[in-house]
């Protein structure tokens, strides 16, 4: 007999085909890096207010070596893919969003499966579209580091142009993102860093 279309898996839409699986890193048990494997894992569809994005790049954050490492206060369920800031494009997104679209580059402040995976899902409010001007890597440390150092130095501390800001820790992610923040807004900056001793 003659195979149909259907039978050899072809379609007659130009649609493409989504997989049903993906690749994440995964941590079954506390403990050192040696912990995590990368293995496949089940593609997260997005539910009504739900972001699927692909990721390109993942932040590290050092509170995630000590989840990793079972030395936190509040330790996810295992087995679990650490991560919750990145960047990427919209892969998909669930019913009733409006914040971002299929397509668009977007940095992430929070993700209900981990980034340390080809695809993260996330809520729509935790996903911000990401300029052109500015790298996937770049992106990556927004929705951390950046969000931190913004409500340390205009938040808290309220600076203003003029006024001069002392960074402690210049030299760490949130410490940098303060200084630049603090300088960008008219600020004489003063930092402090430690030695390697």
Do not use: W
Not at 10 to 17: V, W
Not at 134 to 163: K, M, P
Request: a neutral charge; proline letters at 6%; charged letters at 15%.
């Amino acid at each position: 007999g003659t195979a149909t279309k259907s039978q050899c898996g072809m379609m007659d839409t130009m649609e493409p085909l989504r997989p049903s699986t993906m690749v994440a890193i995964e941590v079954a048990e506390f403990g050192e890096p040696e912990v995590m494997k990368c293995l496949p894992s089940k593609l997260p569809t997005p539910d009504k207010g739900e972001v699927l994005v692909s990721m390109r790049t993942a932040g590290v954050n050092p509170v995630e070596t000590y989840i990793r490492s079972g030395k936190y206060a509040k330790l996810p369920t295992l087995p679990y893919t650490p991560g919750g800031e990145g960047a990427g494009f919209v892969a998909e997104v669930g019913a009733g969003v409006t914040k971002v679209s299929v397509g668009q580059r977007v940095y992430l402040a929070g993700s209900k499966t981990g980034t340390y995976a080809q695809f993260a899902l996330c809520n729509e409010a935790t996903v911000f579209p990401l300029p052109d001007n500015v790298t996937f890597e770049q992106g990556a440390t927004l929705g951390t580091a950046y969000a931190t150092a913004h409500r340390a130095v205009f938040r808290s501390a309220q600076a203003v142009a003029g006024n001069t800001v002392m960074v402690h820790g210049a030299t760490g992610g949130v410490g940098l993102a303060a200084v630049q923040l603090a300088k960008a807004c008219g600020c004489l900056v003063v930092g402090t860093g430690s030695s390697a001793e």
